[in-house]
């Protein structure tokens, strides 16, 4: 099958989940939080595959191929992130009315509180969804040859026709979905470069990678730690991460599919720089 037809018929479903969910909605609580009915493998799921995005694949790869092993400090930082804010959904009321981060903010800490808080996230977020469109765009330019420019509009207006249609319960539907496909993907892709021959044989390359990332680490680790306090303030206290906690049933669900994530995040960004 032609790529671009995959293309289609992928974005062709994103679409029509979010008209089919836009049919069952009901109230803003259905629309903003899926109201509040996530089981564990739901929010697990939603957290690892909105985690597992553009900046973690091909940006981390990207990383990996300028600066070795070392790249993984990535999504460490991230699953630490996202370990501590397992932590703090438990401080959470058991049933949370809060539809956003500033407004969760603002009941703790009052109006000034939250009016900064939408500022700086609407600010800083603007670059991170950039950094989603980006990679899709650029995925979707190499599959079908059509212009980068032109995929990146596309995935663009799909993307959000997709979210505006069905809301957060689209989201969370379908998310499961698509991280089973990228660590099959992904898996299928180590296989192969694993498989593949080499002047250096794998095993021994990583072996090699490892030492160079610890010697390195020892003399100077300035920039691995703060490439990982960066990262796991993103995931302490992102606002697509508190989301995901707010559809959750209940505030010790939210934590535990956190935790379980985290853990997955933490042998993901090894396989990743790896690869």
Not at 5 to 11: K, S
Not at 86 to 102: G, K, Q
Not at 175 to 204: E, R
Not at 255 to 271: D, I, M, Q, S, Y
């Amino acid at each position: 099958m032609r790529p671009l037809v995959i293309v289609i018929l992928y974005f062709s479903g994103l679409v029509g989940a979010g008209l089919l969910e836009s049919r069952k909605r009901k109230s803003v609580e259905h629309f903003l939080v899926a109201g509040r009915r996530g089981g564990f493998l739901a929010i697990f799921g939603s957290l690892a595959a909105t985690i597992i995005g553009g900046s973690a694949t091909l940006g981390l790869c990207a990383m990996a191929a300028r600066s070795g092993l070392g790249a993984a400090v990535w999504l460490w930082g991230g699953a630490t992130g996202l370990l501590l804010a397992s932590w703090l959904v438990h401080r959470m009321p058991r049933r949370d009315v809060s539809f956003t981060v500033p407004e969760m903010l603002g009941a703790s800490y009052g109006p000034s509180v939250e009016v900064v808080s939408a500022a700086l996230i609407v600010t800083a977020w603007l670059g991170v969804i950039a950094a989603q469109f980006v990679a899709a765009g650029l995925i979707l330019s190499v599959l079908t040859g059509l212009p980068a420019t032109g995929c990146l509009a596309a995935v663009a207006v799909v993307l959000t026709a997709y979210v505006w249609l069905g809301g957060q319960a689209t989201v969370i539907r379908t998310d499961f979905i698509q991280l089973t496909v990228m660590i099959t993907g992904f898996a299928l892709l180590g296989g192969f470069v694993w498989s593949a021959g080499h002047a250096v044989p794998p095993g021994d390359a990583l072996r090699e990678a490892a030492g160079s990332f610890i010697a390195n680490l020892g003399q100077n680790p300035g920039p691995h730690l703060g490439l990982f306090l960066v990262t796991a303030v993103l995931y302490l206290s992102g606002p697509d991460i508190f989301t995901r906690f707010f559809c959750a049933r209940s505030s010790v669900l939210a934590g535990w599919a956190a935790r379980a994530a985290g853990v997955t995040l933490l042998g993901f960004g090894v396989f990743i720089a790896a690869l």
